[in-house]
């Protein structure tokens, strides 16, 4: 990981990078669980979850919300921020053993209301994609990034 200066007017709406995978494992999902306090049993109880539509047990959507964002956590960019994440969509199950990939794409800049002079906005749509080009997840990542 190294250091980058990357302001505002730097960035280019189309502009994308894509992760390499991640496989998710049993231990990711009891890790989250005793972390979050979340035990529900559409993730821990493999024989309960087999009775259920789905017929397995699911990651949590929080789960792959945090990992996703890791992963396209890269450089350091001191003239960045993360000011939040919307529109936020469980779209899939991610079951055991799914591997995703991440592609995040600048999709919009926009003035900072109060103080357009100092500050922008940067929208990243980031998608989840597991091994079967299914999407379980998207968000819209918001930066708070320096001007020049």
């Not at 799914?98 to 922008?120: C, L, M, N, W, Y």
């Not at 929208?123 to 320096?146: A, D, F, I, M, S």
Request: glycine share 8%; proline share 4%.
């Amino acid at each position: 990981m190294q250091t980058i200066d990357r302001w505002y007017e730097d960035y280019e709406i189309g502009e994308s990078r894509r992760t390499t995978g991640r496989t998710i494992t049993e231990a990711d999902i009891v890790l989250h669980a005793g972390q979050t306090g979340d035990f529900f049993p559409h993730h821990m109880d493999a024989e309960w979850a087999a009775t259920q539509p789905i017929g397995q047990r699911i990651a949590h959507g929080t789960l792959i919300l945090a990992i996703a964002v890791g992963m396209t956590a890269g450089d350091i960019n001191p003239q960045a921020m993360s000011y939040g994440y919307d529109r936020i969509r469980f779209i899939k199950p991610v079951f055991i053993g799914d591997t995703i990939t991440v592609t995040a794409e600048i999709t919009e800049k926009s003035e900072h209301a109060k103080q357009p002079e100092r500050f922008g906005y940067v929208h990243e749509l980031v998608t989840v994609t597991n091994q079967r080009g299914e999407t379980p997840l998207v968000l819209t990542h918001l930066y708070l990034v320096n001007k020049r």
